[in-house]
């Protein structure tokens, strides 16, 4: 059996989040390394916050937990409170932390933890991309030193927070221009794909049966989610890119040139995704499918492993 892919991931928790999270560390094919937190779903104490009580509701003490930026370069801050609750964790409520967050910065943790392993760790996004916009201004050589780099953001369709954007680009476009043309390739797991993958009532059945961490996290977070989002269930967004990590052949993906539109007075944080090409070097693989039954059994079995290991 191969060894567990290194991960590190940056988020907004968030219910979406806190379920990438789970997923991350129950996964056996996954190594998680770090938490980095940027201000999104909501503000970047709470998102701190709740990672901190994530960290510790799930079991992984040792795993650092280092905040970031509060808000976007040049856009006014936004939050989506109002679809995650006001603490962002909807209606789940775990215990305040015991330990605090690392010391430090959000952006020099990346930034030093890649060149530390350089080829060795996948670095997720899964919320807006500010730190990651940082970390790319800092040391531009974080593009060779992330073993791969994936998202959940955007859309090559419609938008969520307006109907050009979805939230994660909406919250820093300018961030999310930098990151596209950085010179890497970006995974990008848009709204397109992510909205096929629901929480509806036989998957929340199924959630239903893990013990503590189905009761205390997964079914009040996302019924609270649920009345809020799809009528089919809630769309579990963030954790998408993590499966990606641990199980690539879950995507089908097409190369494109992804462009954010930054100034548009409609179309701020839209990505404007060229398939065609047309001699232009293409910036991204961007996800056109998921198997969903598979994405599923997945998720669902490392939900398992978390719940068996539960302190």
């Given at each position: 059996m191969p060894a567990p892919k290194k991960i590190l991931i940056d988020c907004d928790?968030?219910?979406?989040?806190?379920?990438?999270?789970?997923?991350?560390?129950?996964?056996?094919?996954?190594?998680?390394?770090?938490i980095t937190t940027v201000g999104g779903n909501v503000s970047l104490e709470l998102t701190t916050l709740n990672a901190l009580k994530l960290r510790e509701f799930l079991g992984f003490p040792s795993v650092p937990v280092v905040a970031g930026s509060a808000g976007a370069l040049v856009a006014s801050r936004i939050d989506a409170s109002e679809v995650h609750g006001f603490g962002g964790l909807g209606a789940a409520v775990l215990p305040e932390p015991r330990l605090k967050a690392t010391d430090g910065h959000a952006v020099d943790?990346?930034?030093?933890?890649?060149?530390a392993?350089?080829?060795?760790?996948?670095?997720?996004?899964?919320?807006p991309l500010t730190n990651i916009a940082l970390a790319v201004r800092r040391e531009p050589r974080i593009?060779?030193?992330?073993?791969d780099f994936t998202i959940m953001g955007g859309s090559y369709t419609r938008g969520n927070r307006t109907p050009a954007a979805e939230f994660n680009i909406a919250a820093d476009p300018e961030a999310a221009a930098i990151v596209f043309g950085a010179g890497w390739t970006v995974n990008q797991i848009g709204l397109d794909v992510s909205l096929t993958a629901l929480a509806n009532?036989?998957?929340?059945?199924?959630?239903?049966d893990l013990g503590r961490l189905g009761g205390e996290l997964l079914i009040p977070s996302l019924e609270f989610y649920g009345m809020t989002?799809?009528?089919?269930?809630?769309?579990v967004h963030d954790a998408l890119a993590v499966a990606h990590v641990a199980d690539p052949s879950l995507f089908e993906f097409t190369p494109g040139v992804v462009d954010v539109e930054t100034a548009g007075r409609f179309t701020s944080g839209m990505t404007v995704i060229d398939?065609?090409?047309?001699?232009?070097?293409?910036?991204?693989?961007?996800?056109?499918?998921?198997?969903?039954?598979?994405?599923?059994?997945?998720?669902?079995s490392s939900f398992a492993q978390v719940e068996a290991r539960l302190p």
């Amino acid at each position: 059996m191969p060894a567990p892919k290194k991960i590190l991931i940056d988020c907004d928790p968030g219910i979406d989040d806190a379920l990438a999270l789970t997923l991350a560390h129950g996964c056996p094919a996954l190594d998680l390394v770090g938490i980095t937190t940027v201000g999104g779903n909501v503000s970047l104490e709470l998102t701190t916050l709740n990672a901190l009580k994530l960290r510790e509701f799930l079991g992984f003490p040792s795993v650092p937990v280092v905040a970031g930026s509060a808000g976007a370069l040049v856009a006014s801050r936004i939050d989506a409170s109002e679809v995650h609750g006001f603490g962002g964790l909807g209606a789940a409520v775990l215990p305040e932390p015991r330990l605090k967050a690392t010391d430090g910065h959000a952006v020099d943790f990346i930034v030093d933890t890649l060149s530390a392993s350089p080829g060795e760790i996948s670095l997720v996004a899964v919320g807006p991309l500010t730190n990651i916009a940082l970390a790319v201004r800092r040391e531009p050589r974080i593009t060779e030193w992330a073993r791969d780099f994936t998202i959940m953001g955007g859309s090559y369709t419609r938008g969520n927070r307006t109907p050009a954007a979805e939230f994660n680009i909406a919250a820093d476009p300018e961030a999310a221009a930098i990151v596209f043309g950085a010179g890497w390739t970006v995974n990008q797991i848009g709204l397109d794909v992510s909205l096929t993958a629901l929480a509806n009532g036989p998957i929340l059945d199924r959630m239903r049966d893990l013990g503590r961490l189905g009761g205390e996290l997964l079914i009040p977070s996302l019924e609270f989610y649920g009345m809020t989002t799809a009528h089919d269930g809630p769309a579990v967004h963030d954790a998408l890119a993590v499966a990606h990590v641990a199980d690539p052949s879950l995507f089908e993906f097409t190369p494109g040139v992804v462009d954010v539109e930054t100034a548009g007075r409609f179309t701020s944080g839209m990505t404007v995704i060229d398939f065609n090409l047309r001699g232009r070097v293409p910036n991204a693989n961007v996800a056109r499918s998921i198997d969903v039954d598979r994405f599923w059994d997945l998720t669902l079995s490392s939900f398992a492993q978390v719940e068996a290991r539960l302190p």
